[in-house]
């Protein structure tokens, strides 16, 4: 009995984990579009971010559905944060941002090699 139970709490969190996911991810989107709708003036920033909220939005989705894809989802936003932080940002704020999309560029590398330690690649393994 305490074995159904155990194992009916943990889908339950699953569950949680999943839902709380998609909220996430929808919150991101209505932020990204929101200056937008309000018909704010366009500018660098504004579609930097945009891009940015939206892709990690996505990636949530494609890892909530299939979480064998975590490696190659942040590996391609690494790309996408680096690329469009560098090309849309001002001078100091592109560098950081290019910087942290290496960092997330090279995590990804070495989760696909199985470099990193068992306590973070856990989250590129289930």
Same mark, same amino acid.
């Given at each position: 009995?305490?074995?159904?139970?155990?194992?009916?709490?943990?889908? #339950?969190?699953?569950? +949680?984990?999943? =839902?709380?996911?998609? +909220?996430?991810? =929808?919150?991101?989107?209505?932020?990204?579009?929101?200056?937008?709708?309000?018909?704010?003036?366009? !500018?660098?920033? +504004?579609?930097? !971010?945009? /891009?940015?909220?939206?892709?990690?939005? /996505? #990636?949530? %989705?494609?890892? *909530?559905?299939?979480?064998?894809? !975590?490696?190659?989802? %942040?590996? %391609?936003?690494? /790309?996408?944060?680096?690329?469009?932080?560098? +090309?849309?940002?001002?001078?100091?704020?592109? *560098?950081?941002?290019? /910087?942290?999309?290496?960092?997330?560029? #090279?995590?990804?590398? =070495?989760?696909?090699?199985?470099?990193?330690?068992?306590?973070?690649?856990?989250? %590129?393994?289930?």
């Amino acid at each position: 009995m305490k074995v159904k139970l155990k194992l009916s709490v943990i889908m #339950a969190n699953v569950k +949680m984990f999943k =839902l709380l996911g998609v +909220m996430l991810a =929808l919150v991101l989107i209505v932020w990204a579009i929101a200056p937008f709708l309000r018909h704010q003036p366009i !500018t660098n920033d +504004m579609m930097a !971010t945009a /891009i940015v909220f939206i892709m990690i939005a /996505i #990636a949530y %989705f494609i890892i *909530l559905v299939n979480p064998s894809w !975590t490696k190659a989802v %942040f590996f %391609f936003e690494g /790309i996408v944060i680096g690329v469009s932080g560098y +090309m849309l940002l001002a001078y100091p704020y592109n *560098l950081e941002l290019a /910087i942290v999309g290496l960092i997330i560029i #090279a995590i990804a590398v =070495l989760a696909y090699l199985q470099k990193l330690p068992p306590s973070i690649l856990k989250w %590129f393994y289930r």
